[in-house]
């Protein structure tokens, strides 16, 4: 794809989302019935090599750029939200951090929301004191972020936690910091894909985010009810009503 050509937009349709990608840039809109459009600004660079599409999905070959690592990028919509799958030769190096899909802006007003410990709710002005939140930390229970802003918000969330991690930061010309996930090596390699979501959320704020979630832990079969874990253990009742220390 020829950097200096004139922008072209590349457009994904899916049940209650449309994705429009802005390449060679890959700035990237959201749009939804439920609110106001979601727009991604790109934080990380690539080189756009080629564009496939089918009936429900997107795909870039692309190269990022801070490690000349050759990837395919596939975004699909899933469940009402953007479904993004970053895909490489697992042996390959990557020593740099991949942000993507880049930063959101808010307003002053925002309330980030942090599945850490009993769960953290930040103003977005004091939230750059707070520093990074790892997915993969001890203290994190489940591996998204969640913005809540006038009525409405966003979910990121991840499907690999122990290579993820989100960081509030602001670039230059920001006035507020905003969630950025970022995409961490496994020991300077890229070794596996990743598998991550940008979900637009209307009223439902909070609520319509966990359940969300829930629903993506059922499809990958994570959540089990204490009557089919005692299939297997009959000493799960024991720890009915237990206290967690």
Known sequence: IDSAAAPRICTLTGPGLQVQVTVPSFEMTLTTTQRSPLRCAPLAAFQVTAIDSSADSLAFSVIALADLLPMRIVLRVHDGALEIRMHADSAVSMENAIAFPGRIAGSPQAQIILPRAEGLRIPVREISSFGDFAMYAYKATMSFVGVEDAGE????????????????????????????????????????????????????????????????????????????????NPNIDRLRGAIDL
């Open 153 to 232: 918000g966003y979910l990121l969330a991840s499907d690999d936690p122990w290579s993820s991690t989100v960081r509030f930061g602001k670039t230059a010309g920001d006035t507020l910091p905003a969630p950025v996930l970022y995409h961490l090596d496994a020991k300077q390699r890229f070794s596996h894909d990743r598998v991550f979501f940008l979900l637009p959320i209307g009223s439902g704020g909070y609520n319509e985010m966990c359940a969300w979630y829930r629903r993506r832990a059922e499809q990958r079969g994570l959540v089990r009810t204490f009557a089919e874990k005692r299939l297997t």
